[in-house]
């Protein structure tokens, strides 16, 4: 039989410790220099981008050059350009210093026009954004599926809605869509089949690896965890060329140095450092003495999710309590996804709608997982606490059992119900209205959803809503409707009332369309209609009738308590739809049009409340009008506003 030669063995262990002294040496000169600060004003200039144009909660960015310094770009929509392009660019600079994703800048610019020079050329840049560009045409049309298998395929998560994008970290599973070393992995093995008799031999594969690594990570936007794990993966490669093996933690080590080196800012960049620790956590969970594949994959996951412990309560407040578990669910069914996905993409067509199924899945357990417990600092360090006890005294694992079930306890019971049967909350979502009815036993009714999805579905999880009895969109306006597009789907949802007729917006549209699909059918309540909801009782008031205005044409409810304390939920209605309601009394008032100047004062004093509460956020319509507090203030009523006092919560029972 012919015998193969022996790979060398692997390099000597004090190279463990050599390289890790290096890799705390340079984390401990790395200084964080702020770049020069540019002046505020009119910028009219050339700017070479120096990152690809990133899609985010809060808008569309970039870092650019120009030649007064470092500038965050600030755009007002998406275009066709990526990292090493210039630009004429027109717009204004703030003048303030700041940091983003591991980026100094001296100013932001807010981008007005924008017009191409020349496209970057380079090679890794032009690949990069050809198989970017093939992978985004060929998963298309995208659904919810689609848009994660995008994040698992190249870390492109701009078509992820973001109230997924929270679930996914709010379960453990966000790095699956960061693009790792798995992912890595993946690539270079399909590039190794790809390549097929290229492929023949530990070195030709080390060189087409080598080679194709720029590509990839380029494709990902060389997102920091993309760097890490391509770097090592580089040096692995380059270790084989030259008959040198070395460990994992020497990769590791040596990937972290040479990143450092080239690139210093990279230490403040989140990713990075969640990259870095996720990876060296995976590694000592490795060696953990366990036995039996389940066990095994328990402990790596445990030994990631305990690395990067410290660094989710320094960014995110939290740590996942049940990630773990969470993820060894999930891994099989991402590594399937994302597989299939790109053997999908790369050519068999048919193949990307069960990767997409699959991701969906995936999905589905993330939504489920989000609502799950989250571990605070001192349940995390009980918790740490208790393990430590068990591996030092094996004896102690009755206490240490009690321990953990006692935070379990803590963390998902004694926190319970954070409502009391009977309370109205009026949500801080920022400018618009999302109003949550709480009537007990686990019954919910939520009156508008607000500007944003994400934010509202925060607020949610907060409260521990799981279902939603009624669901009730008042108007068609977007500071009402587009914050209910994050619950369809997510949640289930009883009936829906909307008030759709005769007005129409994009934002009711769309919603009208979500709910179609999912089948939620929706009606135009009667005046009259009544529905209990618990202890409380909703009845409709408006619209008496057909309005020119969409804020006039708001559903009106007066919620009732057991002992018949009221209060009146108005919309947006106006002078017009009040003149019709004057007879209407209520202890509280939602003051209608976040206390705008459309209101007759008349009204708003009839009313009567001893309660007024304005749902208002930050805004350029100068909301809430100084003389609607002041005529709420001198009718007797105590005026509370969501961006002072956050979500206000009444009492009706």
Do not use: C
Not at 297 to 312: H, K, N, R, S, Y
């Amino acid at each position: 039989m012919k015998e193969h030669p022996a790979l060398p063995p692997p390099v000597s262990r004090p190279w463990i410790a050599v390289a890790v002294v290096v890799w705390i040496v340079t984390f401990s000169i790395t200084v964080h220099r702020s770049p020069p600060a540019i002046p505020a004003g009119r910028f009219d200039g050339e700017v070479a981008l120096a990152t690809d144009l990133f899609q985010g909660r809060w808008g569309t960015w970039a870092i650019g050059e120009t030649k007064s310094g470092v500038v965050l770009m600030d755009f007002d929509e998406v275009h066709d350009v990526g990292r090493g392009d210039r630009l004429i660019v027109i717009g204004a600079s703030d003048g303030e210093r700041g940091t983003a994703a591991g980026h100094s800048y001296g100013a932001t610019l807010d981008v007005g026009q924008v017009v191409s020079i020349e496209a970057s050329r380079f090679p890794p840049h032009l690949a990069g954004r050809f198989i970017r560009r093939t992978v985004i045409d060929r998963l298309q049309p995208f659904d919810d599926g689609r848009a994660l298998l995008a994040g698992f395929l190249i870390g492109d998560t701009t078509q992820i809605e973001e109230p997924d994008v929270d679930a996914m970290r709010l379960s453990g599973l966000a790095h699956f869509v960061a693009v790792s070393g798995s992912n890595v992995a993946l690539f270079l093995a399909i590039l190794f089949v790809a390549t097929g008799p290229l492929a023949l031999g530990p070195r030709r594969r080390a060189l087409i690896g080598l080679l194709g690594l720029p590509l990839y990570a380029a494709a990902t936007r060389f997102e920091p965890s993309v760097m890490r794990a391509s770097v090592m993966a580089g040096i692995a490669l380059t270790g084989r060329l030259i008959d040198v093996v070395l460990e994992a933690w020497q990769l590791l080590s040596l990937a972290v140095v040479s990143l450092l080196v080239f690139d210093p800012g990279l230490s403040h960049n989140a990713g990075f450092q969640l990259s870095v620790a996720a990876t060296a956590g995976v590694l000592i969970g490795a060696r953990w003495r366990v036995r039996g594949r389940l066990s095994r994959a328990l402990a790596i996951t445990m030994g990631a999710q305990l690395a990067v412990a410290p660094l989710l309560l320094i960014y995110f407040g939290s740590v996942p309590l049940m990630s773990p578990i969470v993820n060894l669910v999930a891994a099989p069914l991402v590594a399937m996804s994302t597989t299939v996905g790109a053997i999908g993409v790369g050519g068999i067509p048919f193949l990307v709608a069960p990767a997409g199924w699959l991701a969906g899945l995936v999905l589905d357990l993330a939504r489920g997982a989000a609502g799950w417990p989250q571990l605070g600092l001192w349940e995390l360090a009980g918790l740490v606490g208790a393990g430590a006890v068990v591996l030092a005294r094996p004896r102690a694992r009755p206490v240490a059992a009690v321990v953990v079930v006692m935070l379990v306890f803590w963390t998902a019971v004694l926190p319970g119900e954070p409502l009391t049967p009977g309370d109205v909350v009026v949500l801080d979502i920022g400018q618009g209205d999302a109003i949550l009815v709480y009537g007990g036993d686990e019954r919910f009714a939520l009156i508008d959803g607000g500007p944003d999805p994400a934010l509202l579905v925060d607020k949610l999880r907060d409260y521990r809503v799981r279902s939603m009895e009624l669901m009730v969109l008042t108007h068609v306006h977007a500071d009402h409707a587009t914050g209910l597009l994050g619950v369809v789907g997510r949640i289930p949802i009883g009936a829906v009332w909307a008030a759709t007729d005769p007005h129409s917006s994009g934002a009711s549209d769309e919603l009208m369309a979500r709910l179609d699909a999912v089948g939620s059918e929706t009606l135009t309540p009667e005046i009259g209609r009544r529905r209990r909801l618990g202890v409380l009782t909703l009845r409709v008031l408006g619209p008496v009738r057909r309005y020119a205005s969409p804020n006039d044409q708001s559903i009106v409810l007066e919620v009732e308590g057991p002992r018949g304390r009221t209060m009146l939920l108005s919309g947006d209605i106006e002078s017009f739809a009040q003149a019709d309601l004057a007879h209407v009394r209520a202890d509280v008032l939602k003051v209608p049009h976040q206390g705008a100047g459309t209101s007759d004062p008349d009204w708003l004093a009839g009313v009567g409340a001893k309660l007024a509460v304005i749902s208002v956020g930050p805004n350029q319509f100068g909301h809430p009008v100084d003389w609607v507090i002041e005529t709420l203030e001198e009718s007797g009523a105590e005026v509370r506003r969501t961006d002072h006092s956050g979500d206000v919560i009444v009492g009706l029972s």
